[in-house]
């Protein structure tokens, strides 16, 4: 029977309410709220940062990080002056050179093995312990090996920035391969999926998210290396800067350098992360409340 036999005349039902929980109950202010927060993303993200400066600012001058370490302000300070005179520029050429070759170098090493053991279980058998022993290697300790073996000009220096990548990326390349469902890769064989396909329709967009990830990880760890890298019998990079500035106590420049390490860190791992958000557009994972 329709509700038009069942229903006085001119009277029209209310609907019938909508669960607590359900969609589209979300009062406006409240969703007004969640969109304002979601625009300034950006600059929530700048909240840690400028706290962090905050908090260094306050204690350099009421001395609680001792008489010796300088302000924010006089590292600025310094900054400009080493901009000014073109010394900063110099050594900041020099090391992006070296970490671009030692990262050049390592990524590939650590991409191409870990796709060999991933998709191979005879390479996983070659490779994976000797892997696992140098991975316990520190840098410092190689560091005298490699010139050795290198001598003291620029090749040990890219060598050894080029070993410390190689390490986090093949353990991520290795697990996000092994941790693509049997189940997924079945389903694509029965359909008449070849190998060639099966690895990139199935294998590599399941191991992506890992792969990232242990990309950020590598990242940081060749600035990491340079660092160690540019400690002895360098002549220029912004390790021989901090070096420099040791000798003749100039902390505000010391901190000029270490603040730099840290900027050019975040702005790979930054870079990483919107080739993420863009090359898994098509995963729906949770991003937090």
């Known amino acids: 029977m329709s509700s038009s036999v069942l229903d006085p005349p001119g009277v029209r039902l209310a609907p019938a309410p909508r669960p607590a929980g359900a969609r589209g109950d979300e009062p406006r202010p409240a969703a007004g709220l969640?969109?304002?927060?979601?625009?300034?993303?950006?600059?929530?993200?700048?909240?840690?940062?400028a706290a962090v400066v905050v908090l260094w600012q306050v204690g350099a001058t009421a001395g609680w990080l001792g008489s010796t370490t300088p302000a924010p302000l006089d590292v600025v300070r310094a900054g400009g002056e080493l901009v000014a005179t073109g010394e900063l520029a110099h050594h900041l050429g020099v090391s992006l050179t070296r970490v671009a070759k030692g990262l050049a170098i390592g990524l590939t090493v650590g991409l191409v093995l870990g796709l060999a053991a991933g998709l191979l279980r005879l390479a996983e058998d070659v490779v994976d312990a000797p892997?696992?022993?140098?991975?316990?290697?520190?840098?410092?300790?190689?560091?005298?090996?490699?010139?050795?073996?290198?001598?003291i000009g620029e090749t040990s220096k890219i060598a050894l920035i080029a070993i410390g990548p190689i390490f986090p990326l093949y353990l991520n390349v290795l697990h996000g391969i092994r941790g693509v469902d049997e189940r997924i890769v079945e389903s694509a064989r029965s359909c008449g999926v070849g190998r060639l396909g099966l690895i990139r329709r199935v294998i590599l967009p399941g191991a992506l998210p890992q792969i990232l990830v242990g990309l950020r990880q590598a990242l940081g760890i060749g600035w990491l290396t340079l660092v160690v890298a540019e400690q002895t019998a360098t002549t220029s990079g912004i390790g021989f800067l901090m070096n420099d500035a040791r000798e003749f106590l100039r902390t505000d420049v010391i901190f000029v350098v270490l603040v730099l390490y840290a900027l050019l860190g975040l702005a790979t791992d930054l870079t990483v992360r919107l080739?993420?958000?863009?090359?898994l557009a098509w995963r729906r994972g949770f991003a937090g409340e």
Do not use: C, D, S, Y
């Open 131 to 151: 892997i696992q022993a140098l991975r316990m290697l520190p840098h410092l300790a190689l560091v005298p090996i490699f010139i050795i073996w290198f001598g």
């Open 34 to 49: 969640r969109r304002l927060l979601a625009a300034l993303t950006p600059a929530r993200r700048l909240v840690g940062l």
């Open 275 to 279: 080739v993420e958000r863009r090359a």
